[in-house]
């Protein structure tokens, strides 16, 4: 997301602007939980999926969100990713030592159509696509200033409970800065898709130098298949993917893995070393699980890097000192991405990555349940969950 100009405290508030109204309570946020009684609706409604509890999806008549400041564009959303962190919030009402807050709208892999603009946008206009960044910063705190807007001290996130009303609705309030256009050629489900890909390029890219490199890709999810496409955009070396559901690895192979293997059913560690004896350069952990943490320090070769990727339920992982201290592993771990959305739409539209094949299942606004049910049991060979509203 491109740096701009800060949110003033003490603004007359869109749905994003000031971070103590609609935060949650933690440190350095004023108030506490978001008060929507306070923010400028009209007298309008549009239809939305609230989560409203574990397991728990409800659609609602609310009021449609109303453009109060000059840089504020009204989305159309066409479509919106289901995303593994949106599962955690649906799945269990705790997330680390997050306490979940519902009811909430959710969706921050979002794209649509341009439906109005505040009299100061230009970037947009009505009637164009656009995918929309989900992560609004203030521009103004120590992170912003050295270039890291996504761990911004009074970050906003969209879908995300506690923060900004998410995409799972027939319309969606974003700042202008947020807003990524789309070429001509692409479609709002490819726009959605350059979201979770974003992430992907962005765990690639701190991993260092990846060409030529060896990696391990453990978990074959929408993230860890687009991990697989830039690596190889980017000139990387082998690829090995692991991953527990059959559809999965059979999208891998598609990804561009030169071998996979189910943890379930064999020993991935021994495998993949009889192949690699000297172990990986990098591997990307992308299922949030322990288990394959271990694996993954099993796997690197002595100065490798662990690019930590997957969100744990569990507040706490552990690591085998020994093995990561004899080694000098590098553990990097990943928060969302950092300015590569643009990125990912570029690489889709120059044909460097074909991200279609992640669309898997489509479900209307009213079936929002059924598609995350469908995501968190992964039936029926879902990748993307993709909702249309």
């Known amino acids: 997301m491109a740096e701009g100009p800060g949110l003033q405290d003490g603004a007359s508030a869109g749905l994003y602007a000031l971070a103590g109204r609609l935060s949650k309570n933690r440190p350095g946020a004023h108030g506490g939980l978001l008060n929507s009684g ?3 609706y009209n007298r309008l409604t549009m239809k939305a999926a609230f989560i409203t509890g574990v397991r728990a999806i409800e659609i609602r008549e609310t009021p449609k969100p109303k453009i ?10 066409k479509a919106v990713g289901v995303c593994g962190s949106d599962l955690h919030y649906y799945l269990s009402d705790c ?56 761990t ?22 974003a700042p202008e800065r947020n807003c990524i256009p789309l070429p001509a050629k692409m479609t709002a489900v490819q726009g959605a898709l350059a979201e979770p890909l974003s992430i992907a390029i962005y765990a690639a890219g701190l991993a260092g130098s990846v060409r030529g490199k060896t990696a391990g890709v453990l978990g074959a999810g929408p993230i860890g298949l687009g991990v697989m496409m830039a690596r190889k955009a980017e000139g990387g070396g082998a690829v090995y993917a692991t991953e527990k559901v059959e559809a999965r690895l059979r999208a891998a ?88 959305l643009e990125k990912a739409v ?23 349940r059924e598609a995350y049910e469908t995501a968190a049991a992964r039936r029926d060979g879902v990748i993307k969950a993709i909702v249309t509203p």
């Not at 299922?287 to 706490?316: F, H, M, Y």
Request: glycine fraction near 10%.
């Open 253 to 340: 192979v598609k990804a561009g893995a030169d071998w996979t293997g189910n943890p379930d059913r064999e020993d991935i560690v021994a495998e993949i070393l009889a192949r690699e004896s000297l172990g990986l350069d990098i591997v990307f952990e992308c299922c949030g699980e322990q288990a394959a943490l271990d694996q993954a320090v099993a796997l690197l070769k002595p100065g490798g890097t662990l690019v930590a990727v997957g969100i744990p339920i569990e507040p706490r992982v552990s690591f085998d000192s020994s093995k990561t201290r004899r080694r000098e592993i590098r553990v990097q771990n990943v928060r969302r991405q950092n300015k590569c």
């Open 38 to 40: 306070g923010l400028p």
């Open 95 to 150: 997330v680390g030592a997050d306490k979940v807050s519902y009811p909430f709208i959710p969706g921050h892999e979002c794209a649509g159509v341009v439906e109005a603009v505040g009299k100061a946008v230009a970037r947009v206009r009505p009637g164009d696509t656009v995918v929309v960044e989900p992560a609004v910063s203030c521009g103004t705190c120590d992170q912003c200033r050295t270039g890291r807007p996504h």
């Open 152 to 173: 911004c001290r009074k970050l906003l996130f969209l879908g995300h409970y506690g923060e900004l009303t998410g995409g799972m609705a027939e319309f969606v309030l």
């Open 346 to 368: 570029g690489m889709i539209h120059a044909g460097r990555v074909k991200v279609d094949f992640l669309a898997t299942h489509f479900f209307k606004l009213e079936e929002a």
């Open 68 to 77: 109060s400041r000059d840089d504020e564009v009204l989305v159309r959303s």
